[in-house]
């Protein structure tokens, strides 16, 4: 099984994309570091919010989302809390926000974010994590990617620091990278869905069923009678491309 040049190009652009994400969180990991290392730590000491709005405005960057989810109990003043800001853009306009979502356990509206993948893995694991794609109703309504990672004070887990990055934008750069490129590609995450691809027929959301992406995450070869893979490191990413295709 042969793996072509260009499934490797592809797989390497999306490495470094995730690991310009990660350097990111990185940042809002050390803001945060100096406020949560007090005694009482209160949502206004919580000052990350120049630096997300700073990536939700940088025309360079595809962030869509940013900040962070802190642990219940972390702080003083509220059991649950979220320090997110979203972008949006109408009539050609961008505009930022702080996300409002209901924190009070004893609201009709609040929906337990301790249960969600993007916070769940990344406390049960201690390791960064990427959910999606999926549809994010809560902040960007549309198919999102969103990184997060432990945000660790001292010993303790004190939340988790993320980005929002929007599926769209992996289809226009990518799209972009692999222009001439005449075979089919799939982007695919651990589960063999979709994240974009060349192909009309597979699109974001699709499920690619059947294929040990578990075991070739892991280091196995990536021996298939239908498809080349390529392992995006450092992210739980695939990139897929049918053996039959011609090579680039």
Known sequence: MTTTTTDLHLARWVSDFGAWVFDQLDGLDALLQQPLSGPAPRRADLDIEQRC??????????VAGAGAVMAPGVLADAAYWLEWWTVESRGGASTTAKLAAETDPRAVGFR??????????PFETGRRHVTGPYVDYLCTDQYTLTFTQPLVVGDAFAGVVGLDVLVSWFEEHLLEVMDGAEETWLLVNASGRVVTSSDPTW?????????????WLSGAAATHPRWTASVCEGLPFLVLVPAHEPSA
């Open 112 to 121: 337990d974010y301790t249960e969600l993948p993007w916070y769940a893995n």
């Open 203 to 215: 699109v974001t959301g699709d499920l690619v069923r059947d294929l040990p992406l578990g075991a």
């Open 53 to 62: 709005r700073e990536l939700l405005t940088d025309p360079e960057t595809p």
